[in-house]
């Protein structure tokens, strides 16, 4: 998603706002480079409730570039 936003500035804002996409990718790197601190229950329950939904926004942005 990160790199997407630096090739593609705004690209990402089509399906989702820039917030939503901001909170990922600091996700991403919370769990990539502090994953000693990360709260599994946390990361579990994110997994749990926003995953299908990121998934509906990442095909939609797949048919976006088309």
């Known amino acids: 998603m990160k790199n ?3 090739r593609k500035p ?9 917030e939503y996409w901001s909170e990922i990718i600091k ?3 919370i769990i990539s480079h502090h994953n000693l601190d990360i709260n599994s229950e946390i990361v579990y329950e994110i997994c749990s409730e926003e ?3 990121l998934r509906e926004k990442i095909e939609t942005l797949k048919q976006l570039m088309k």
Request: without cysteine; hydrophobic residues 40%; negative net charge.
């Open 4 to 6: 997407i936003d630096k």
């Open 10 to 18: 705004g690209f990402l804002e089509k399906v989702g706002d820039e």
């Open 51 to 53: 995953l299908i939904p």
């Open 27 to 29: 996700l991403r790197e």
